[in-house]
C-alpha cells in the first residue's frame, strides 16, 4: 500500500512539473540575449508592401519579459530554447545587411524561420547553412541579392523553403543540384523571380516528396517533361514566364494515368500546338491556367470542361479556334471561365446555363455569333460577364430573373441591336457597363441605376434627348456618349462631383458644354470629332484637375493662348482643326505636359525654342502645318522625347546636334521639308532610335562611315530618299541594322511599336475618330506601327557603285527601294535570302546581267519593279514572278520571256538600253504621301491614331498595304 502511494506522489510531482513547464517555459537565457542584440543591430521602419500588417517587434521585445511571449516567437515547451522565429513584416533592414558576426545566427535550435517582407539589401548569408534543424525557411522579399549559398544545401530537414521575389538572387547548378539531392523531407519549394538563368529543371524529377513547386518568371532552362508533371505527391504547380526557355515547346504528353496535381499554372509561355489528349488524366484539378501563351491552337478538349473538381480554368490569349464543347455537366464547380483571345466561333453553348456556381465568365475577343441566351443572364453568382468583341447578333432578352450580383458587364464590340433593356440600366450592383460599338437604336428613356461607376453607351445609334437620370449619377466616374445621335447637350444641367472622364466626341457639337465648376474632379475631357469653332473657352484653362484633352478634330480658329503654370495637363491634342497663328510659349509653363498634338492645322512662325527643353514632353507632334525657321538647337539631355514628327512643314537650316541628347528617342520624322545639310552620323548615338524618316528634304553628301560598335542597330525603318546623297550604298550600316536581321515572333502585346513608358492604359482606345487618308482608292490608315513593318528606302539620290551582298543579311524587311539612283553592278544574288519581302524596287538605275533566279524564293512578294536598268536574259519563272507584268521589266531590252512578248532567242546580245535615270519621264513610280497612323500608348495610353507618320510610299506600299499587310494588321 505504502509503495503505491509513492509511486502515486512521484508521479503527481512529474505531472505537476511537466504542466508548469510547458505553462512557464522560459526563454533560454543565451536565446534571449541573441534575439535582442539582433533586434538591436538594424532598423526598423514601416514596411512599404501591401501584403504586411507592420509589427515593429522593438517595441515589444523587452528585456524584462519572457521572450517566449513575445510577438513571433516560439519556444520549445521544456528546454525554453527558440525553435520558431517570425519576424515577417517588420520593416526590418533598411538597406541593412545580417552580418557574418550577427548573434541572429546563435539561434541554432531554429525549425522555422520567416524573415519575409524586409529590406536585407545584401548578399545572403553563408551562415543560414548552420541551422541544420530548420523544416521551414522563408525568405521571401527580402530583397537580397547574389549567389545563394552551396550551404544551403545543408539543411537536409527542409519541408518548405521559399525565396521568391529576391530579383537579384541567382542559384547556381552545382549547389542547385546538390541541395535537391539533400532535401528527401522538401514539400514545398517557392522560387519565384529568383535568376534561374543557369538552372537545368532536370533534377526536380527526383523531387518525389514535393507537394508544391513554383517557378515562375525564374527563366530556369530544359523542357517541361512529364516526369515533373507525374511526380507522386506534387499537387501545385506553377511554371508561369519562363517563356525563353519554353519558346516552341509543346506541352508534353502525360506518362502517369492519374497525376496529382490540384493546381497547374503554366500561362505567359510559349507553349504551341495543342493540348494533349492526356491532359484528361488531370482528373484533381481545381484551377488550370493555360493563358497567354500565344501559340496554343486547335480545338477546346471537352475533357477540361467537365473536371469534376475544376473551379478555375483559364485558356485566354491563346489561339484555339472551332466551337465551344456544349458539355457542362449540371454537377459542375466552375466559378471562373476565361476563353477570351482566342478564334473560337459558333453560337453560345446551351450548357453555359449549368454553370451555376459561377463568378467569372469571359469570352470576350473571339468569333462567336448568334444571340445571347436568357439562360447565361440567369446565372445568380454571375459578379463579371464579359463577351464583348465578338459577332454577337440581334437584340438582347428583355427580361432576367437574376444577375443581382453582376457589377461588371461588357457587350462592346458586337452588332447588338434594337432598344437597350431597362434591365442593363438599372442593376442594383452595376458598378460598370460598356455596351458601346453595336448597333443599338431608340431612346433612353428609364431610370439608371444609381450605383454606376463606369458608363459606356458611345458608337451606336442611340437619339433623342439625354435622360436627365443619367446626369444625377452622384457615384458616376467614367461617362462616354461619344457617336450617337443623341441631342440636347446645352440643356443639360452638369453635377458629377465624382467624374474623371468624360467622353463627347462624334455628336455634332457646336457649342461647348458647360461644364465650368460642375465637374471638379475631371481628369479626361474628349471632344473630338465635332463642329466645335471659334476659340476655346477660358475656362478650360481653370480646370485644374484636367490631365487629358482631346479637341482634335473640330472646326476651331484660335488656339488656346494662355497657360498657367499650375495647369497639370499631361496631354493636348488640337491636331486636325483649322487653327491659324503662332505657337504659343506660354505652353511652356504647362511643365507636366507629356504628349502635345498639334498636326494638321495652319500654324505658322517657328516652333518655341522651349518646347526641347520640358522635362516630360515625350511626343511632340507638330506634322503639317506652315511651321518655317529652324529646329530648336537646345535639346534637353534630361528630356523624355521618344517621337518627333514635324514632316511637312517649311522648316530650314541645319539639323541640330542637340537631338543626340534624347537619348530616348524612338521616332524622328523630319520628311517634307527644307532641311540643307549632311547626313547625322551623330544619331548613331541613340539606342532606341527605331523609325527615321529624312525623306525629301536638301540633305547632300556621301553617308560617313560609323563610329559606334552598334550604331542604329534599333532602326526598323530607315527612309532618306528624295535627297541628294551620293558615294556608295553604306555597306557597315546594313552590317549594323540589327534588328532588321530577325524575323520575331512577337506576343499580342509585343505586335506595335509603343514609344512612351507611361503605364496607364485607356479602357476605350477606339472611341477617337481616327485619321485617314485615301489614296488611289485605298484607304491606308493604321492606328499602330507593327514592329514586323520593316523598311529601307533610299531612292531618289545619286549613290553609285553595286548594292553589298550583306542586304541579304537583313531577313525581316518587308520593304526595300533603291530606285532612282546610279547603281550598277549585277543584282545581288542574297537578296533571294530576304524571304519575307514584300515590295522590291530596282528600277531606274544601270543593273547589269540577268535577274537572279534566287529572287524567285520571295514569297511573299507583291510588288517588283526592275524597269529602266540593263538587265538581260530570260526572265526567272515560278511562284510569285508568274504574276508580275510588263511594267515590272520595261526599259530593259535585253529582257525576254514571260510576261514580256519577246521570246528568248537571240535576247543576250543585244545591248542594253539608255542609262535609266535619263529616262525617269518615261515611267514615274513616283512617290505620293501614305499615312500611317501611330497608336501611341503614352500618357493614359490612348493609342492615338490621330498620330501620323509619313513615310513616303510609291506604288508598291499601296499595293502591299492593300494587299497582303493590310490583311495581317487586324483590330485588336
Known amino acids: 500500500m505504502e509503495l503505491w502511494v509513492g509511486w502515486l506522489l512521484l508521479l503527481c510531482c512529474h505531472m505537476f512539473f511537466f504542466h508548469f513547464s510547458f505553462s512557464h517555459s522560459l526563454c533560454h537565457s543565451h536565446d534571449k540575449i541573441a534575439l535582442l542584440q539582433f533586434i538591436g543591430s538594424v532598423e526598423t521602419s514601416p514596411t512599404i508592401h501591401a501584403e504586411c500588417s507592420y509589427m515593429d517587434p522593438k517595441t515589444t521585445w523587452k528585456n524584462e519579459t519572457d521572450c517566449c511571449s513575445w510577438v513571433g516567437v516560439t519556444c520549445h515547451p521544456i528546454s525554453g530554447r527558440v525553435i520558431g522565429l517570425d519576424v515577417s513584416c517588420s520593416g526590418l533592414g533598411i538597406f541593412d545587411a545580417i552580418l557574418p558576426n550577427s548573434t541572429f545566427f546563435y539561434l541554432s535550435h531554429l525549425q522555422s524561420l520567416n524573415l519575409a517582407f524586409n529590406n536585407f539589401n545584401f548578399q545572403l548569408s553563408s551562415l543560414f547553412g548552420g541551422f541544420v534543424s530548420l523544416t521551414h525557411l522563408n525568405l521571401s522579399y527580402c530583397i537580397f541579392e547574389g549567389e545563394i549559398p552551396s550551404q544551403i544545401s545543408q539543411l537536409s530537414k527542409l519541408e518548405s523553403l521559399d525565396l521568391s521575389y529576391n530579383f537579384w538572387l541567382r542559384w547556381k547548378e552545382s549547389s542547385w543540384k546538390k541541395f535537391l539531392q539533400n532535401a528527401t523531407f522538401l514539400k514545398e519549394l517557392i522560387l519565384d523571380d529568383v535568376d534561374m538563368t543557369q538552372i537545368s529543371m532536370r533534377p526536380l524529377n527526383q523531387s518525389t516528396s514535393l507537394v508544391s513547386l513554383s517557378l515562375s518568371n525564374t527563366e530556369i532552362r530544359g523542357n517541361l517533361n512529364n516526369s515533373i508533371l507525374c511526380l507522386p505527391k506534387l499537387e501545385h504547380l506553377h511554371l508561369s514566364y519562363i517563356s525563353y526557355n519554353l519558346n516552341g515547346q509543346h506541352l508534353p504528353s502525360l506518362s502517369c494515368s492519374a497525376a496529382s496535381l490540384t493546381i497547374l499554372d503554366l500561362s505567359y509561355n510559349y507553349f504551341e500546338g495543342s493540348i494533349p489528349v492526356s491532359f484528361s488524366n488531370f482528373t484533381h484539378l481545381t484551377v488550370l491556367d493555360l493563358s497567354h501563351n500565344i501559340y496554343l491552337n486547335g480545338s477546346i478538349p471537352s475533357s477540361l470542361l467537365t473536371f469534376p473538381s475544376l473551379t478555375f480554368l483559364d ?110 440600366l438599372s442593376l442594383p450592383s452595376l458598378l460598370k457597363l460598356d455596351l458601346s460599338y453595336n448597333q443599338f437604336t431608340g431612346h433612353i428613356s428609364v431610370m439608371v441605376s444609381q450605383s454606376f461607376e463606369f458608363l459606356y453607351l458611345c458608337n451606336n445609334k442611340l437619339q433623342g434627348n439625354i435622360p436627365q437620370s443619367i446626369f444625377t449619377l452622384v457615384n458616376l466616374r467614367q461617362l462616354c456618349l461619344s457617336s450617337n445621335n443623341f441631342s440636347g447637350f446645352h440643356n443639360i444641367n452638369y453635377n458629377f462631383p465624382r467624374l474623371e472622364r468624360l467622353y463627347l466626341s462624334s455628336l455634332g457639337l457646336t457649342e461647348f458644354p458647360k461644364l465650368a465648376g460642375k465637374v471638379p474632379m475631371l481628369r479626361d475631357l474628349d471632344l473630338s470629332n465635332n463642329k466645335l469653332n471659334g476659340t476655346v473657352p477660358e475656362w478650360l484653362h481653370e480646370m485644374d484637375s484636367l490631365y487629358f484633352l482631346n479637341l482634335s478634330q473640330n472646326l476651331l480658329t484660335t488656339p488656346m493662348k494662355q497657360f498657367s503654370r499650375n495647369y497639370n495637363l499631361q496631354f493636348l491634342d488640337l491636331s486636325f482643326n483649322l487653327l491659324t497663328g503662332d505657337i504659343s510659349s506660354s505652353i511652356c509653363n504647362v511643365s507636366s505636359l507629356n504628349v502635345l498634338l498639334l498636326s494638321h492645322n495652319k500654324l505658322v512662325g517657328v516652333i518655341p525654342p522651349c518646347l526641347a527643353n520640358l522635362t516630360f514632353l515625350s511626343m511632340l507632334d507638330l506634322q503639317r502645318n506652315k511651321l518655317n525657321g529652324t529646329l530648336p538647337s537646345n535639346f534637353s539631355m534630361n528630356g523624355s522625347l521618344r517621337v518627333i514628327n514635324l514632316n511637312d512643314n517649311q522648316l530650314k537650316g ?139 528606302d533610299l531612292s531618289r539620290n545619286k549613290f553609285e557603285g553595286e548594292v553589298p551582298y550583306v542586304i541579304g543579311e537583313l531577313h525581316g524587311l518587308k520593304a526595300l527601294n533603291f530606285s532612282h539612283n546610279r547603281l550598277s553592278g549585277p543584282i545581288p544574288q542574297s537578296i533571294g535570302n530576304l524571304t519575307n519581302l514584300e515590295s522590291l524596287d530596282l528600277s531606274s538605275n544601270m543593273f547589269l546581267g540577268r535577274i537572279p533566279t534566287e529572287l524567285t524564293n520571295l514569297n511573299f512578294l507583291e510588288v517588283l519593279n526592275l524597269s529602266y536598268n540593263h538587265l538581260v536574259g530570260e526572265i526567272p519563272q515560278g511562284k510569285q514572278f508568274n504574276t508580275f507584268e510588263n511594267n515590272s521589266y520595261i526599259g530593259n531590252s535585253g529582257l525576254c520571256g514571260f510576261p514580256l512578248s519577246k521570246n528568248c532567242n537571240n535576247t543576250e546580245q543585244q545591248s542594253p538600253s539608255s542609262p535609266s535615270f535619263w529616262r525617269e519621264e518615261r515611267f514615274e513610280f513616283g512617290w505620293e504621301a501614305v499615312v500611317i497612323g501611330y497608336g501611341c500608348g503614352t500618357i493614359f495610353g490612348i493609342g492615338l491614331g490621330i498620330f501620323v507618320l509619313f513615310i513616303g510610299k510609291p506604288e508598291w506600299l499601296v499595293k502591299m498595304v492593300g494587299g497582303g499587310l493590310r490583311k495581317k494588321i487586324r483590330r485588336r
Open 654 to 792: 541645319i539639323l541640330p546636334k542637340s537631338l543626340s541628347n534624347c537619348a530616348k528617342l524612338e521616332i524622328l520624322n523630319l520628311a517634307n521639308n527644307q532641311i540643307e545639310d549632311k547626313f547625322p552620323e551623330w544619331l548613331q548615338t541613340l539606342p532606341r532610335l527605331t523609325i527615321l524618316v529624312l525623306r525629301a528634304n536638301k540633305l547632300y553628301g556621301c553617308i560617313p562611315s560609323l563610329k559606334m560598335k552598334r550604331g542604329f542597330s534599333s532602326l526598323l525603318i530607315f527612309d532618306i530618299s528624295s535627297n541628294y546623297f551620293n558615294g556608295s550604298i553604306p555597306k557597315a550600316y546594313i552590317q549594323n541594322f540589327l534588328a532588321m536581321k530577325n524575323v520575331i515572333r512577337y506576343k499580342v502585346d509585343e505586335l506595335y511599336m509603343q514609344p512612351s513608358n507611361n503605364a496607364s492604359v485607356y479602357e476605350f482606345a477606339t472611341v477617337i475618330e481616327f485619321a485617314n487618308v485615301t489614296t488611289k482608292a485605298i484607304n491606308m490608315a493604321f492606328k499602330k506601327i507593327p514592329k514586323s513593318f520593316i523598311i529601307i
Open 315 to 424: 485558356l485566354g490569349f491563346n489561339q484555339f479556334s472551332g466551337q465551344i464543347p456544349n458539355v457542362f455537366p449540371q454537377s459542375n464547380n466552375f466559378e471562373k471561365l476565361d476563353l477570351s483571345h482566342n478564334n473560337v466561333e459558333g453560337e453560345l453553348p446551351s450548357t453555359l446555363s449549368n454553370l451555376q456556381h459561377l463568378i467569372l465568365l469571359d469570352l470576350s475577343m473571339n468569333k462567336l455569333s448568334g444571340q445571347i441566351s436568357l439562360s447565361i443572364l440567369n446565372l445568380q453568382y454571375l459578379v463579371f460577364l464579359d463577351l464583348s468583341h465578338n459577332r454577337l447578333e440581334g437584340p438582347l432578352p428583355n427580361k432576367i430573373t437574376s444577375l443581382s450580383n453582376l457589377t461588371q458587364l461588357y457587350f462592346k464590340d458586337n452588332l447588338l441591336n434594337e432598344t437597350i433593356p431597362t434591365w442593363c
